[in-house]
């Protein structure tokens, strides 16, 4: 027996996006080339030239796709069908009917209708892992989503967090939520760097300067350019708003400009202040659910930052690798290096030692919240010792200071601190 069902819709959330039904992308490419894109470069200040930047994009963003807020529901389970919800609905209904009425045949009714429904769902789950499995078996990131997926561990949603605690304190207000994590993820890492213990020696007389030197070069337009094509799409929008999808799309028009606010940066040794701005978002690991430190804090910054940094990376890594400068011994953001050639070079030493009649000791060390203890002083005092020329470092201090974040929780977000390490 079948009952027509009615669902009742699955738990909503209201988000912003942007419309883009009225949207015409040669109307929006020509009021963006008929911007006062010049006028940028009469201030030598990063951090206005960024403003007046992000309001001419913006204003045509917003004319163009403008912000609405829509209802979106939990996504189901991929292997659900609607023959499956029927199913799953009316084992529900017989149920309900069946406590009430206490009538034998009712209850006869429902088991039946709920072996039915469980020999239903085992089946599609199993036919659904069983072809995606196959189908991404040389995709190995595609493969662990679904073994995670399967053994329902940890799969990088968080669910919406109601409670925590900080302290002695139970706080389950959204608002007081978002600014208790703000303040343990902003205070954790200075906690941790307090608690290491200051050398012997002073970091000089573990460092060797070099005799090579390095400068920050203005980019060309043609290589923001190509920066741009990197940009993700799909990836979340920062603090700015700015979404992916249209910058990448404005490429022609905007790159120019851009690539004057990056040069004027590097130029002057000031990072825009607002690229330094990120959100963060916490996803749980594992353990208590109430506890802020089983939570990893995940950051989005402005995809404008991500291509001003990738310029800055390209050209530091290469002066660094060329003139080996950096460790044979570091496999970690390296090209042609991972985790596989740090295994491959250990596995390789113990071999040779085991072969000279020696016996391998081993230290494993797991750095707790490494990239958030890391002294940005020693960080500058090494780079200084790489030679790089005075107004660089002046700008990588600038890059590394006065830095805010807010966090998002629960659809809210909280004030701006400071998570500068200087």
Known sequence: MIRKAHYVREGTRTVEIRS????????????????????????????????MWKNML?????????????????RKSPWITNELKRRIYNRDYLKKKAISSNDPHVWQDYKQARNQTNAEIKKLKRDYFTKNLELNKHNMKKTWQLINELSSRNTGKTKRISEINLGEQDITSPVEIAEAFNSYF??????????????????????????????????????????????????????????????????DVIAPSLTGIFATSINTGIFPRELKASRVSPIFKSGAKTDPSNYRPISVIPVVAKIFEKIIFDQLYEYLNTNKLLSPCQSGFRSMHSTLTALIEATNSWSVNIDNGLVNGVVFIDLKKAFDTIDHDIMLLKLENYGVERNS????KSYLTDRTKKCLVNGQLSNSVPITLL
């Open 20 to 51: 883009l039904k009225n949207f015409n992308r040669e109307s929006f490419l020509r009021d963006l080339e008929q911007k006062q894109w010049h006028n940028i470069c009469c201030s030598q200040d990063p951090n206005e030239m960024w403003e």
């Open 393 to 396: 470092l002046t700008w990588f």
């Open 186 to 251: 902003s205070s954790v890492g200075d906690n941790l760097a307090a608690e290491i213990p200051y050398p012997d020696h002073d970091p000089n007389f573990y460092l060797k300067p070099s005799d090579k030197t390095f400068s920050l070069q203005t980019p060309t337009v043609d290589t923001v350019h190509r920066f741009f094509s990197t940009i993700d799409e799909k990836k979340s929008v920062g603090l700015d708003k700015i979404p992916n999808k249209l910058l990448k799309l404005a490429a």
């Open 58 to 74: 913006m204003a045509t963003i917003d004319k163009h796709a403008p912000l609405r807020s829509r209802r979106t529901r939990k």
